[in-house]
């Protein structure tokens, strides 16, 4: 059995990072998931499709019991008890809950905040991020009339025993010593030091930087980059919930010929600027990368489908059976709209994207009120 990757890229400088962290620990940059990987939008598209086939089954909804839910103590109780429960343990919870209206959902927000979810909060509207003091992380989001509730335990950490290679004795010992190994070879290590606080963090950056690690340094309100005089590399974040992420590793031959083959090739000459531009522009479809409009519009077409389909099943009162027939062909166009969207990558929507994106989902959101 293949073994999951639990590294992915950062979208601004192609360093690789832990899936789960918050911020990259190169750049500083935050780790968030492309709109089309968040946990509302892919539980959108799975509701609808599987609510093809529960509503065609069974023309009503289902319903969850609250006082079943794990974490059913750390959270409030949500106004809907329509909706279905995807995982429920000790571990996480991810539950949406449908016939939610936008003030309640802002009351949801406000009752979590009163339980506790304040700490280093994040709230553009439609989505709330945030810990606890016990370090627990709520996600919510809101999407045309269903909300998002993912929760998950904190990381357990234990004594912090430093690695022993000799990269890892290269950097001074932590203030604290509450932490947990993520990596350690002897090409380089990953460290999770715990109940570091961003003072502490600030501190440690600047006993790195006395003892050698201020070559070519970066530095930001949450990240330190920098080499030591022998090209080690260092990459200090503070990821939130008084963590703080240690990386430090040797930089590889191959590396230093990649590096010293673009010296060689920087001195061909450039484009022009003005040409690099015109021909980036030429590219776009008002504003927008072509790849990205497309994918737009075949989920808006794939949405509005999906409202004519039900709209269709509910006028014959659930006795057009034939309609089951197109639930293959239904499924074939969900794939592909999926495609669409991973063939963009992890790219961030530009300003025209994001418009559009707003706008389509406004169209749909609309649709979709029709049929409840």
């Not at 304040?118 to 370090?135: P, Q």
């Not at 990368?289 to 999906?306: G, L, T, V």
């Amino acid at each position: 059995m293949l073994m999951k990757s639990k590294t992915t890229i950062c979208r601004n400088c192609n360093a690789q990072i832990a899936k789960d962290a918050k911020n990259c620990p190169s750049c500083g940059a935050k780790n968030k998931k492309p709109f089309y990987k968040r946990t509302g939008f892919i539980l959108l598209m799975i509701i609808l499709v599987i609510g093809v086939i529960s509503f065609i089954g069974k023309n009503k909804r289902e319903k969850f019991d609250w006082n079943e839910v794990e974490f059913c103590e750390r959270l409030p109780k949500p106004k809907s008890n329509v909706g279905t429960i995807y995982s429920n343990d000790n571990d996480t919870l991810s539950i949406q809950v449908e016939k939610t209206s936008k003030s309640d959902y802002k009351a949801y927000v406000e009752e979590c905040k009163f339980m506790g979810y304040t700490v280093e909060s994040e709230n553009d509207g439609e989505c709330y991020d945030a810990f606890d003091v016990d370090g627990y992380a709520l996600s919510l989001d809101y999407i045309g009339g269903t909300m998002y509730i993912e929760l998950e335990a904190p990381t357990e950490m234990g004594t912090l025993n430093w690695p022993k290679s000799e990269i890892a004795g290269l950097l001074p010992m932590p203030k604290s010593t509450v932490g947990k190994i993520s990596t350690d070879t002897a090409e380089g290590c990953c460290i999770y030091v715990g109940e570091t606080s961003i003072d502490d963090f600030n501190i440690y950056a600047d006993e790195c930087s006395q003892i050698g690690f201020s070559v070519d340094y970066e530095r930001g309100d949450k990240f330190y980059n920098a080499e030591d005089e022998n090209g080690n590399q260092l990459s200090l974040s503070y990821q939130g919930n008084n963590v703080m992420i240690v990386q430090i590793r040797k930089i590889e031959e191959t590396e230093v010929e990649e590096t010293n083959a673009g010296t060689e090739t920087s001195a061909e000459p450039k484009q022009e600027e003005g040409e690099e531009k015109l021909s980036t522009e030429t590219q776009l479809i008002d504003g927008m990368r072509p790849e990205f409009k497309e994918a737009m519009d075949s989920y808006e077409m794939f949405m509005n489908e999906y409202c004519d389909f039900m709209k269709k099943y509910a006028e014959s009162n659930g006795t057009d059976l034939d309609l089951l027939a197109d639930y293959t062909e239904y499924m074939s166009k969900y794939t592909d709209v999926m495609g669409d969207f991973e063939a963009l990558g992890n790219e961030e929507m530009n300003t025209a994207e994001m418009a559009y994106y707003l706008e389509v989902q406004t169209r749909i959101n609309e649709k979709l009120l029709e049929i409840e």
